[in-house]
């Protein structure tokens, strides 16, 4: 971690994909546990480096910022940027994320200092994707998240069997809410975090809740449902 928080407070977060580590806002949170359930991520970090807009390079500790601050004093225009999260991806890809909420469109400034970051970032394959949430984190997306987040938290220890997955089949063509899934497994409603992660079942996570009377579908064991960040981007 490389910039500094100019007085923001810290918040402490531990995930199996991320360590424990510290970020700055309850936005950043709810972005990291996104990427703990996503399926496509192996590895996240936040503010991992900073760019040197200038000098077209990756600043990985304190004094190279404070230099490169320093030295571009006089300059006009942007002089950094600090990405908010560095994710690793199972397809080997490494993508840099901006966090932000949609209260702040962005000014000309902004919108100069991401492009400059992009070109940069890209000389080290590193893609640039901006996600913006929305202002109030009340809703069903903070809620479901944090469900998602304690059942991942139970998953090695409670595994879906086998036979509850081929019971579904069972299910086929027909209109479902999350209550009737439940009930024709014998499962109670606070088990069906544990049945979206297995990809038993899926739904659109920003905007149902946890609800019996939610509509889903059958998802075949397919994850794209917890691909959350790149719906958001």
Do not use: W
């Not at 703990?36 to 590895?43: E, K």
């Amino acid at each position: 971690m490389v910039s500094p928080t100019y007085g923001r407070p810290r918040i402490r977060t531990l995930g199996a994909k991320s360590g424990d580590i510290l970020i700055e806002s309850q936005t950043e949170r709810l972005v990291a546990h996104m990427l703990s359930i996503d399926p496509r991520v192996v590895r996240f970090r936040p503010q991992p480096f900073t760019v040197d807009l200038n000098g077209q390079r990756l600043l990985t500790c304190p004094a190279q910022v404070k230099e490169v601050l320093a030295q571009y004093e006089r300059t006009h225009g942007p002089r950094i940027y600090t990405p908010d999260f560095c994710v690793d991806l199972s397809d080997a890809k490494q993508v840099a994320l901006e966090v932000k909420t949609d209260t702040f469109p962005g000014d000309e400034r902004y919108a100069v200092r991401l492009a400059r970051a992009g070109a940069v970032l890209s000389q080290y394959n590193y893609g640039l994707v901006k996600v913006v949430l929305r202002h109030s984190l009340s809703g069903p997306l903070k809620q479901n998240l944090q469900l998602l987040q304690q059942a991942k938290r139970l998953q090695g220890t409670l595994p879906l069997p086998t036979a509850t997955l081929e019971l579904l089949h069972e299910l086929e063509g027909l209109d479902l809410t999350l209550g009737d899934v439940c009930r024709h497994l014998n499962l109670p409603l606070n088990f069906a975090p544990t049945l979206v992660l297995a990809g038993a079942m899926s739904f659109d996570l920003s905007t149902c809740p946890f609800h019996a009377l939610t509509p889903v579908r059958l998802a075949y064991g397919e994850l794209e449902h917890l691909q959350l960040v790149g719906r958001l981007a």
